[in-house]
């Protein structure tokens, strides 16, 4: 397929996006082309999900296998129809409660959707994002629109424009610059279609929020190697991931500030660049040394640490590290998207220290 053109770019307000450059990057995606929009989340590469040719830009775009499904986005109640069928009174429960926002649910899949949105399966990932630019995009195409992760298959997600056009310029018509994102990892993904409601993905709604209302919710976290990913679409180990190696260490904090500090001494010993995302608790550790790092903030404030994270691993890629040191940060609330996300960028190596 030979289609790459000039990306055109449009800076929007992130709270009252101007109509002009909606309705342009609207038209694009209804004359088949793809879009690259700011969620909440992280930013999307969209398409028509109602065109199956629009739809395999996508995958061509971002050299993602077609095996891993993607999540359609709309932007009101009424389009849910259009997407999905039979839907559970949970799904409408969750909708009530948590659209628009960062939860994904995965319904049986009605037929109008392109079969290659769901990789040719019956079900399909919907979810409402609440930016005001990705719902005025949705608003104004009056289409659901099947967007992934704007990065190319399995590298470090986008939070800006910039990271972006990094990774795709030229391979996706027009990007909607709307800043940074607020929430900064992707959503949380919610299987609907089995006996029990099983979380897919830890994400942006913490699991608890989820518990409130389903006390049963699942979630059982599982790192598969590239064997086994055909089960469990994206689920595949080497995602999210930095060039550097991410060595990320986990256990009693100041064991792992000791482990660390170690590390890097004979890291830099072996003439390595060395980079770490740390905590500001975390940063004394690396006194004295030619570290290269990139502040995440308070270990606490893991609204702060999600918005940073992705940022931080290519802004260290950026200054040229060979690898990254990483403290694991507690699983709860955020935490356990902040966690999945780390050790999948870790290709599942986890030092763990005493
Ligand atoms: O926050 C987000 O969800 C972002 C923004 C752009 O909305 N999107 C995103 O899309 O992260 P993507 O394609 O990078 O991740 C989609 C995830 C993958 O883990 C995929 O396997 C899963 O959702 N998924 C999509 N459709 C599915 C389906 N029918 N069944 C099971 N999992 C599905
Ligand atoms: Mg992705």
Known sequence: MTYYANTLVYTVDRRTPEAEPLRIA?????????????????????????????????????????????????????????????????????AARFWPGPLTLVLAR??????????????????????????????????????PSANLFAHTSPT?????????????????????????????????????????????????????IIPDVVYTPQYLGEQESAQGPGMLLRHYSPHAQLLLYDGKAESVRAAMRAAALRLLAENAIVGAMAYDEDRAAFAGLAVEIVPLGPEANTEQISRRLYAAMRELDGRKVDCILARGPSRTGLGAAIWDRLIRAAEGRVIEVD
Do not use: C, W
């Open 160 to 212: 800006t424009a910039q990271h972006v056009l990094d990774d795709l310029r030229d391979r996706v018509d027009l990007v909607l610059d709307g800043g940074p994102t607020s929430v900064g990892v992707e959503s949380t993904v919610l299987d609907l279609t089995g006996s029990v409601p099983t979380v897919l993905r830890p994400g942006g709604l913490p699991i608890e929020a989820l518990r409130a």
């Open 26 to 94: 609207a038209e694009t995606l209804r004359r088949g082309g793809l879009v690259a929009f700011p969620t909440e989340t992280v930013y999307g590469l969209g398409a028509n999900a109602l065109d199956p040719a629009a739809v395999a830009r996508i995958f061509d775009a971002k050299g993602r296998p077609s095996s891993d499904p993607l999540i359609v986005h709309i932007a009101a109640l009424d389009q849910l129809d259009t997407v999905a069928r039979d839907l559970p009174p949970l799904a409408l429960d969750l």
């Open 110 to 147: 009605a037929e109008r959707v392109a079969p290659n949105v769901s990789a040719g399966r019956d079900t399909v990932a919907v979810r409402m994002p609440s930016h005001p630019v990705a719902l005025g995009l949705l608003q104004a195409a009056q289409l659901p629109v099947a967007a």
